[in-house]
């Protein structure tokens, strides 16, 4: 091989190491940036709901699960689904709002599915199947009536 092939094969491997390294870590900190701003979204609806301010808190827990996934932190994840369905259940209730109720169900089902596939916490899961017992007993007593 003559030394220009060698040196455009050379700059074209570094360029895909570079490259990947690059995006590696513009990933990393995509990351971290979502994580952080998902836990400022929960800490802020912790806050709004120690102010009784329900319905700013459930949208502070919306825009934090717009980061957080359960592949990001299961655990995590999953609690604080099943914190924003007992919230959406409350005011659904005091409301008698069905379609709140529905999404409070999804909620729990979801939170019930990450700790069962992902986290194996046996106490959560029972506690977060009886939330979800409850809702579905309420959502059928507000539908019959």
């Given at each position: 091989?003559?030394?220009?092939t060698?040196t455009?094969?050379v ?30 979204n929960i ?20 825009r ?5 996934t ?11 689904r ?6 959406l ?6 409301q008698n709002?069905i ?9 729990f ?21 009886v ?5 579905v007993q309420?959502l ?5 009536l």
């Amino acid at each position: 091989m003559n030394k220009k092939t060698v040196t455009i094969l050379v700059g074209f491997l570094a360029g895909f190491a570079v490259s990947g390294l690059l995006f590696d870590a513009i990933s990393f900190v995509h990351r971290r940036y979502n994580r952080a701003r998902a836990a400022w979204n929960i800490s802020r609806a912790e806050r709004l709901l120690g102010q009784n301010m329900f319905d700013l808190a459930l949208v502070q827990y919306d825009r934090a699960f717009t980061r957080l996934t359960p592949q990001l932190n299961a655990r995590i994840y999953a609690q604080n689904r099943n914190n924003q369905a007992l919230i959406l259940m409350e005011v659904s209730t005091l409301q008698n709002d069905i379609a709140g109720m529905q999404r409070a169900v999804k909620y729990f089902a979801s939170a019930l599915n990450t700790y069962t596939d992902l986290v194996g916490d046996q106490t959560r899961m029972h506690q977060v199947q009886v939330n979800l017992d409850n809702a579905v007993q309420t959502l059928t007593l507000k539908s019959i009536l």
